[in-house]
Structure formats: structure tokens, C-alpha cells
């Protein structure tokens, strides 16, 4: 009876999302030191599979957090966000332009709002984001679907967070910068399944 109950109460617990193979885990390798997101499919089905395949094609070996937006670099006359943003744009840009867009996952979908450390596509209108992504640096609400960081009202697709690092995205974001780009650009030299 006690080995009938303990199977049940297994099957329950991992049916509901409780093993590590259900939130995959990426490894962010920068020079300021390693960056680990937890990814949420179950939400993001879409987004989380497209960055994966893009981990696992090896895209991001070799790229950067090449752009911050901070408090003082933003128009006073725009909805203020902090957050760091990387990708293979400056190292790869033919790349980044060929690929084609992930259908847009709004948070309205997901209900992963843009909070502090949450990882999300950048993009212009919605489905044209591909290998482009950011952290958010404290909570940004104007991100998430009807905010007012975007004029679509779409909002971004967040599709994880970080769950170790985040001094290290916090050390990144302090970099010097100058209009909206780091310089030097932080390099990732790659990301990878933890």
C-alpha cells in the first residue's frame, strides 16, 4: 500500500512540472562570469523551442550584450526601461537577418511578466524576433502585453529567468556605455544546456 501511494504521489509531482527536464536550464558564458535561465515551455512553448535550437546550433558561441538601457540614456520623453541585450547582431548580423521570425508569445499568453531577471526576445513588430534577446534589470512592466514601451501594445516575449548571476547581469549593466551600446561590447562566448 505505502509503495502504491509513494508511486501515485510521484507520478503527480513530476506530471506538474516538477522535474528539470519540464524548465530546461542554459548556461550564459560571458567575460563577466556565467549567467544561468531557467526556461519555462509550458508557457512559451514557441519562444523556448526557437532559442533552444538556436543554444544547440552553436549561434551564440562567439556573440555579445552589446546594448544597456538604463535611467540616463533614454529619451525623457519615453517609457524608461533597464535591461541588457545580446545576441549575434553585432558578430553575426547576415545571420540574425536570415532567419525567420518566432510567432509572438505576448505575456498575455504566457503570464511570464517582464520582472527582474526575466529573459525576453527583442523585436520590432510582433513575429519578427529571432536570436535577439534581454534581461530585465528590475521590473518592467512597459514590456509586458498593453505596457508602454512598445506602440503595438504587444508587449515582448518572455520566456524565462535567471536563477544564478544575477550580479552578474548587474555588474554587465553598470559597464560603460555610450548611446545605448557598451563599450566594449561584454562577450558571450557561448550558451549552453545546463
Not at 46 to 69: C, E, I, M, P, Q
Not at 85 to 105: C, F, M, N, V, Y
Not at 174 to 179: D, F, M, V
Request: aromatic share 10%; net charge negative.
Amino acid at each position: 500500500m505505502r509503495i502504491t501511494i509513494f508511486l501515485i504521489c510521484t507520478f503527480f509531482l513530476s506530471s506538474c512540472g516538477g522535474g528539470d527536464s519540464k524548465q530546461p536550464h542554459v548556461r550564459i558564458k560571458t567575460a563577466a562570469g556565467d549567467i544561468e535561465v531557467e526556461l519555462y515551455p509550458a508557457q512559451a512553448p514557441k519562444t523556448v523551442a526557437a532559442f533552444l535550437s538556436y543554444v544547440d546550433s552553436g549561434f551564440y558561441r562567439n556573440s555579445s550584450f552589446y546594448r544597456v538601457l538604463n535611467d540616463d540614456n533614454q529619451s525623457s520623453e519615453a517609457a524608461k526601461s533597464e535591461l541588457i541585450q545580446g545576441g549575434i547582431w553585432r558578430t553575426d548580423q547576415k545571420r540574425a537577418s536570415s532567419l525567420p521570425g518566432i510567432p509572438h508569445e505576448s505575456t498575455q499568453q504566457t503570464h511570464i511578466l517582464h520582472k527582474d531577471g526575466v529573459i525576453s526576445l527583442a523585436r520590432t513588430t510582433p513575429g519578427t524576433a529571432t536570436t535577439e534577446f534581454f534581461i530585465c534589470v528590475g521590473d518592467q512592466p512597459g514590456f509586458d502585453y498593453g505596457g508602454d514601451n512598445n506602440p503595438d501594445g504587444q508587449g515582448y516575449a518572455a520566456f524565462g529567468k535567471v536563477v544564478k548571476g544575477m550580479d552578474i547581469v548587474r555588474n554587465i549593466y553598470a559597464r560603460p556605455e555610450n548611446n545605448q551600446a557598451f563599450d566594449p561590447p561584454v562577450a558571450i562566448y557561448e550558451i549552453v544546456r545546463k
